[in-house]
């Protein structure tokens, strides 16, 4: 039986609890105080896996889209979503998945290749 305890899985979890009940977790749910959270939580992340997710992903915004030279946060708030805050809001979650999820890319199995240690 495959390990369910894994990075990846865990990733998802969160990402997908941010996304239906952010108010649970951030103290004031607009664009910015998201993507910030977002952003510390995969440099988080990069610590674990060697792995520069943030750099990463403004590379592939930009590779797969309008050539900028902005970061993930602010591609997906101005050029994604015409600085429509709640349009962002729902993008952010939209593309990271989609990075996340690209075969190019790889980082869902490098992900699950890192076991979460479970404490009793």
């Avoid at 607009?30 to 943030?54: C, D, K, P, W």
């Avoid at 050539?67 to 709640?86: A, C, G, K, P």
Wanted: glycine share 2%; proline share 2%.
């Amino acid at each position: 039986m495959k390990d369910n305890n894994n990075l990846y899985n865990s990733f998802v979890y969160f990402l997908n609890l941010l996304e239906e009940k952010p108010a649970f977790i951030l103290a004031k749910v607009n664009y910015r105080t998201l993507s910030s959270f977002i952003e510390g939580y995969l440099s988080a992340i990069e610590v674990m896996t060697r792995f520069n997710i943030n750099h990463s992903f403004t590379l592939w915004l930009n590779n797969n889209g309008q050539r900028t030279s902005l970061i993930w946060t602010e591609y997906i708030l101005v050029i994604i979503s015409n600085d429509d805050d709640e349009v962002a809001r729902k993008k952010i979650f939209i593309k990271i998945k989609e990075f996340f999820n690209d075969p190019e890319v790889d980082l869902k199995k490098k992900l699950e290749s890192v076991n979460i240690p479970l404490e009793n």
